[in-house]
T-cell receptor, first 115, second 113 residues
Framework: GENVEQHPSTLSVQEGDSAVIKCTYS??????FPWYKQELGKRPQLIID?????GEKKDQRIAVTLNKTAKHFSLHITETQPEDSAVYFC??????????????FGGGTRLMVKP | DGGITQSPKYLFRKEGQNVTLSCEQN?????MYWYRQDPGQGLRLIYY???????QKGDIAEGYSVSREKKESFPLTVTSAQKNPTAFYLC????????????FGEGSRLTVL
């Protein structure tokens, strides 16, 4: 099955700096790569996603890049703000037996933005 | 107000007892999921259902059971066979399966005493 590794597990940055979180996946059949943000005590929410036919996608201060050859994808947050502090999860969607596609999540990155 | 609702938010259980976590959605989603969240381990899939009366085991199904008798409801039972049940449990739903956005509930924290 799919295996998703996420690094770093914790990341501390100064407000205004950039933050980069990296993920690798193992199944070359994976074709959908979302990122979820989970603020303390709240539910995870989708912040950006990318499909395998695209190399990069941006949405204001966040961007995701995908390298299918190397099987890795990254989340970039520019001009970080204290409200960006949260746990971020990457995921990869790959075929899962007879159940269609299934998301496998990385272990999460706790991002702390210091004012 | 559309969404996905989990209950209870906090639950305490004695060893050897079964407990059922509720998950209800009014988003008209076909697919529903249960994940377990432990510190540093991300979200691990317990069970998954694409359609009423059908469900599939995920990566860590042992000691858990589910049912999908209605499109809106996907309850999870944590049985006494689950060796380490203390965890945060998240229910989610999506329109088309795992290549679309997952909408999560607020979670249920189970503590076994």
């Amino acid at each position: 099955g799919e295996n998703v590794e996420q690094h770093p597990s914790t990341l501390s940055v100064q407000e205004g700096d950039s933050a980069v979180i990296k993920c690798t996946y193992s199944d070359s059949a994976s074709n959908y790569f979302p990122w979820y943000k989970q603020e303390l005590g709240k539910r995870p929410q989708l912040i950006i996603d990318i499909r395998s036919n695209v190399g990069e996608k941006k949405d204001q201060r966040i961007a995701v890049t995908l390298n299918k050859t190397a099987k890795h994808f990254s989340l970039h947050i520019t001009e970080t703000q204290p409200e960006d502090s949260a746990v971020y999860f990457c995921a990869a969607s790959s075929p899962f037996g007879n159940a269609g596609n299934m998301l496998t999540f990385g272990g999460g990155t706790r991002l702390m933005v210091k004012p | 107000d559309g969404g996905i609702t989990q209950s209870p938010k906090y639950l305490f259980r004695k060893e050897g007892q079964n407990v059922t976590l509720s998950c209800e959605q009014n988003l008209n989603h076909d697919a529903m999921y249960w994940y377990r969240q432990d510190p540093g381990q991300g979200l691990r899939l317990i069970y998954y259902s694409q359609i009423v009366n059908d469900f599939q085991k995920g990566d860590i199904a042992e000691g858990y059971s589910v049912s999908r008798e209605k499109k809106e409801s996907f309850p999870l039972t944590v049985t006494s066979a689950q060796k380490n049940p203390t965890a945060f449990y998240l229910c989610a739903s999506s329109m088309t399966g795992a290549t679309g956005e997952l909408f999560f509930g607020e979670g249920s924290r189970l503590t076994v005493l």
